[in-house]
């Protein structure tokens, strides 16, 4: 009896191996971690462990032996239901009356959470000068955060986030790999540029790297993004010749989605076009020189070229 149900243990074990394994080689590259490295921990090493407990499984001959290689097999999975009843548990307590993702428990900051959701600027003035606006909830997640996230569904109401930078708000602390002027930027083609400049007088760093080692005024290249943001964060202290974890620069990053009106601005403001290369390890220059001239942006590619050839 305990044979079927320790083999059937191990086959599980390894599918799952298998599977994080693939996982992590699959954003190894993104995140920059060494290839090496994810076979090493996620590979070689649970195979090990593994091997052990089958080795023990064999070699025990005593039923109590059996039975330990037995549980040793079960913890992984063990492990894992256990983190997601628990993890259940924390997103239901999270929620609010109506279901909805609240990221906080019973309290100010639950009702903090609920005043921002509906851009009640008296109440989320009030309950923010009685709390910690820092301290993060469900995931990290701050109200900042969650101001941030409103944007995207209500872009004309910015006056809950000026109201949190007031009382205190950190506009560097971001959470789920998100920071706030990263998406302040992204919203500005519907919010305008007044959240960016909220977070940027309120002190947000534009050369903040996020956990993927990019600077986070590199947003400032999306294809919705017009040269007039990142004119704001080059005038807040946007260093132009960063290179991101990878070798990118952000005018490789531009030139990666077309933006070649922005491109163009960094260029004027000073960036360097040797600095940095694209994963097939292209500058900025021979790039440019790849892309067919009706790419151009109102002339923004011609003066590109102009510029580069002087």
């Known amino acids: 009896m305990i044979a079927p149900i320790f083999w059937g243990l191990v086959v599980l074990d390894l599918a799952g191996v298998l599977l994080w394994f693939t996982l992590g080689l699959a954003a190894a590259g993104s995140a920059g ?38 549980l040793l097999a079960a913890a992984p999975l063990v492990t894992l239901a256990s983190l997601r009843l628990v993890a259940q548990v924390q997103f239901r307590g999270a929620m609010n009356a109506e279901g909805e993702m609240t990221f906080f428990r019973d309290g100010p900051h639950r009702e903090l959470a609920e005043a ?72 500005a083609g519907t919010a305008g540029t007044g959240p960016v400049i909220a977070l940027l007088e ?31 964060l080059l005038d807040h202290g946007a260093a132009p010749d960063m290179v991101a974890r990878g070798g990118q620069s952000v005018l490789v990053a531009a030139a990666l989605v077309g933006n070649w009106p922005v491109a163009l601005l960094l260029l004027e403001r000073g960036a360097d076009p040797s600095v940095g290369r694209n994963l097939d390890g292209l500058t900025f220059a021979e790039m440019v020189e790849r892309v067919p001239d009706e790419a151009g942006a109102d002339g923004a590619l011609l003066a590109i070229r102009q510029r580069l050839r002087q």
Do not use: C, K
Not at 44 to 66: K, N, S
Not at 216 to 221: C, N, R, S, T
């Open 116 to 187: 921002i959701a509906r851009n009640d600027t008296a109440q989320v003035a009030t309950l923010a000068a009685t709390i910690d606006l820092n301290r993060g909830g469900l995931s990290g997640m701050t109200p900042l955060m969650l101001a941030m996230r409103q944007l995207r569904r209500t872009p004309d109401q910015q006056e809950v986030l000026r109201t949190l930078l007031q009382a205190g708000a950190d506009p560097n602390l971001g959470a789920q790999s998100e920071l706030p002027l990263a998406i302040a930027i992204q919203v």
């Open 202 to 232: 309120a002190g947000a760093d534009p050369n903040l790297v996020d956990e993927f080692g990019r600077p986070v005024f590199f947003a400032g290249v999306g294809h919705s993004v017009t040269p007039e943001t990142m004119a704001l």
């Open 33 to 70: 971690t060494s290839p090496v490295r994810v076979v090493l921990l996620l590979l070689v090493l649970p195979l090990l462990l593994l091997g052990l407990v089958t080795l023990l499984y064999l070699r025990g001959g005593a039923p109590g032996w059996r039975l330990l290689a037995v």
